[in-house]
């Protein structure tokens, strides 16, 4: 029976598979990684307003809503009242639809009075979790 003779590999065959196996490895090390320093963090929703602009005897509340925790949420709630003491003078809300780790997203409300002139709170009421 004749023997069957193995064919040796090129060098460029050896380069070739070197440079494939290190690259996943490289991808088979960074899944591990990931996998490994992912901590579970919750959602942290922070809220800033900006600077007070009257245009049109309208007064525009700029806001910039932030999650600086690990978590994505959905249904981001952002509430605003005008207060007078006790009593409420205007209110207003919006949604967000969607806010993953680290995004950013910007609003504003609009009021008919001076929020200046007043105690204004601009605040986050809830999220939900996907």
């Known amino acids: ?15 070739t598979f070197g440079i494939a196996s ?40 700029p806001f910039e809503v932030t999650n600086t925790g690990g978590e994505t949420v959905e249904s981001v709630q952002v509430v605003a ?15 967000i639809d969607f806010l993953s780790r680290g995004e950013k997203e910007e609003g504003a409300f609009v009021f008919q009075r001076d929020p200046r002139q007043g105690q204004l709170v601009v605040r986050v009421a809830s999220y939900k979790i996907p």
């Open 1 to 15: 029976m004749p023997q069957a003779k193995r064919e040796t590999r090129s060098p460029a065959e050896w380069i």
């Open 81 to 95: 009242e005008l207060k007078a003491g006790d009593r409420v003078l205007e209110s207003g809300d919006q949604q």
């Open 22 to 61: 290190s690259i996943l490895g490289t991808i088979a090390g960074l899944v591990i990684y990931v996998w490994v320093s992912d901590r579970y963090e919750p959602a942290a929703i922070s809220i800033e307003q900006r600077e007070i602009r009257n245009t049109n005897g309208k007064f525009y509340v």
